[in-house]
């Protein structure tokens, strides 16, 4: 058995932002961030370069939200990233906010043509960059359904133009909402908000064509009898011309976003935890801090969450006015999680990893799979997920030279770890180590099915439960992916940046979408909010003139580039 000491761990040494304390804060600042995801880095970048001074609020010890790495033991694995759809090209949406926020300090490396490879019980098939390659990773497969994985590549253009009018719609007035809806009825297509299963099974009834082209359920937590297509199908066309990966890791986003907040004279703060947001005459005015500090903004935007933000944060009575009560019956948490986090002594080359993501399904009968094991959790994983980050990361090497990592993921209940949510990480007695332990075994059987070359190898191994994800990002069912990605989820017109409470405003993936360009996005349209007319001539620098920039690709293709 690999070596897991959880009970007697130490925090990582991989730190990112500033450790909090009171007498470190400089002075009135014109806006407050709860949370350092990237929805709230970049609200908080934007804002900084429209010439306000932000201050970043983040409860953890490190920045970054779900983009946020760890080092232990003489490794290092990121918690949420693993792969970046969009980024081959400097005129994706995607990549001119990446480099908008980051000064163009954040650079990419592509994965390998084939990005994706799923396991559909005994079938494999490898999805590959470009629609050509999308296609025919496909039709491989399924010869006789060209006709409707072609209808299938149309819909998500489909989708993707009408997703323009759905995000803008999140800037419109709220009095103009009812007028909206029915313009939006007219503007978005038919399969817009049905479920993702609903919209295949009107293309074909082929269940294993439909298992296949809905293999990334898992990257948004939802199976296809429950996803809007929505989502499944921003998911699939934001793969399509392959995955990228942050040189450096994940905590490079943080890290190039971190100075262009500062240079506006604000700051990301670390282990500062807060309690309240403040509201005086109906109004938000700043925050409270755990040790009782107040930090007081005109402007306080809140990346912690929607049920975070409403059920926490804000005084009852407030989120009472708001209509909170009536419209939380309409949203629900997504899936809990088990993260595994495998350090091995060899390089990926010397191991055989790849720069591919594997999916791991008992069946291609997605949702039966998690009907089974909702219930009965010793049954197999309805997926396992495995990520190379170590193989992905040109620079790896250079950090943490002769070693290779893995990320193991895979759903889970929350009911499984409830009897120990009161207590505190690392001392959860004796009962709770075991039950990981038996979870952790059953995991890397899965891995060593799919890669038998591994057996023996592994040097360190750490898991994480939805109580652990509850314990350092406040999601308290260890979700992922923030509210359920199901059509009733997103024809909440109240999900806006701009709340019911004078200067509260609410960023990240709740806002819009999950996913790293999701939430980003989600940042964006917040500051659009915040800006009024304003954030014309910011949505003209980020993508008008990035346009006639035209600058050069800041693609990493090998350990000797500059990783800058």
């Not at 058995?1 to 130490?10: E, Q, T, V």
């Amino acid at each position: 058995m690999p070596s897991n000491h959880n009970a007697r761990l130490k925090p990582s040494t991989l730190r990112i932002g500033r450790r909090y304390r009171a007498n470190r804060l400089d002075g009135r600042y014109d806006a407050i961030v709860i949370g350092s995801g990237i929805g709230g880095l970049t609200t908080a970048a934007c804002l900084s370069k429209a010439g306000k001074k932000v201050l970043v609020l983040e409860q953890h010890y490190t920045a970054g939200g779900y983009t946020h790495s760890y080092a232990r033991n003489g490794y290092e694995w990121d918690v949420g990233v693993h792969y970046i759809g969009d980024m081959g090209s400097p005129n994706t949406l995607g990549r001119k906010l990446f480099d908008y926020i980051t000064d163009g300090q954040l650079k990419w490396a592509p994965m390998d043509d084939n990005y994706d490879r799923f396991f559909l019980g005994d079938k494999v098939i490898n999805l590959r960059a470009g629609k050509a390659g999308f296609r025919q990773s496909l039709l491989e497969h399924f010869p006789d359904e060209a006709n409707a994985i072609d209808r299938y590549i149309t819909l998500l253009s489909k989708v993707s133009t009408g997703m323009q009018f759905y995000t803008l719609s999140k800037l419109a007035p709220r009095l103009a909402a009812p007028l909206l809806g029915k313009a939006l009825n007219v503007a978005l297509p038919d399969c817009f908000n049905k479920t993702t299963y609903e919209v295949l099974s009107e293309l074909t009834d082929n269940q294993e064509l439909i298992g296949a082209i809905t293999g990334q359920w898992g990257d948004c937590g939802v199976t296809p009898r429950q996803s809007s297509f929505m989502i499944h199908a921003l998911i699939a066309k934001h793969y399509v011309h392959g995955g990228y990966y942050p040189v450096g890791g994940a905590s490079e986003m943080a890290n190039t976003i971190i100075p262009v907040i500062q240079q506006g004279g604000g700051d990301v703060f670390t282990y500062a935890d807060v309690t309240d947001i403040l509201i005086e005459k109906g109004k938000a005015v700043g925050v409270r801090m755990a040790d009782g500090h107040e930090v007081r903004a005109s402007k306080v935007i809140s990346n912690a969450g929607v049920i975070n933000t409403f059920e926490t944060l804000l005084p009852a009575d407030t989120a009472k006015k708001c209509g909170y009560a009536e419209q939380r019956e309409h949203i629900n948490p997504s899936f809990p999680h088990i993260g595994l986090y495998i350090g091995l002594k060899e390089t990926p080359q010397a191991l055989g990893l790849p720069k591919t993501n594997f999916w791991i399904y008992p069946s291609a009968d997605h949702d039966a799979n998690v009907d089974r094991f909702m219930r009965d959790t010793e049954s197999e994983f309805p997926v396992v997920y495995l990520s190379f980050p170590a193989a992905k990361d040109p620079t790896y090497q250079s950090r943490y030279p002769g070693t290779a990592t893995i990320e193991v993921v895979a759903p889970t209940t929350y009911e499984m770890f409830e009897p120990w949510k009161d207590t505190t990480w690392g001392k959860r007695g004796d009962d709770y180590e075991a039950l990981k332990t038996r979870v952790t075994e059953r995991l890397l059987e899965a891995m060593y099915q799919k890669l038998p070359q591994l057996r023996g190898k592994v040097d360190y191994c750490e898991t994480s439960t939805p109580l652990s994800t509850a314990w350092f990002c406040r999601y308290s069912r260890g979700e992922l992916y923030g509210l359920d990605h199901t059509p009733e989820r997103f024809n909440q017109d109240w999900l806006r940046p701009k709340t019911k409470v004078p200067g509260l405003y609410l960023t990240g993936q709740d806002v819009l979408t999950c996913g790293v360009v999701g939430a980003m996005i989600g940042g964006l349209i917040t500051t659009l909010a915040i800006q009024g007319v304003r954030g014309t001539s910011l949505v003209k620098k980020i993508f008008i003139d990035k346009a006639r920039a035209e600058p050069d690709l800041q693609i990493v293709t090998s350990p000797s580039a500059d990783a800058g």
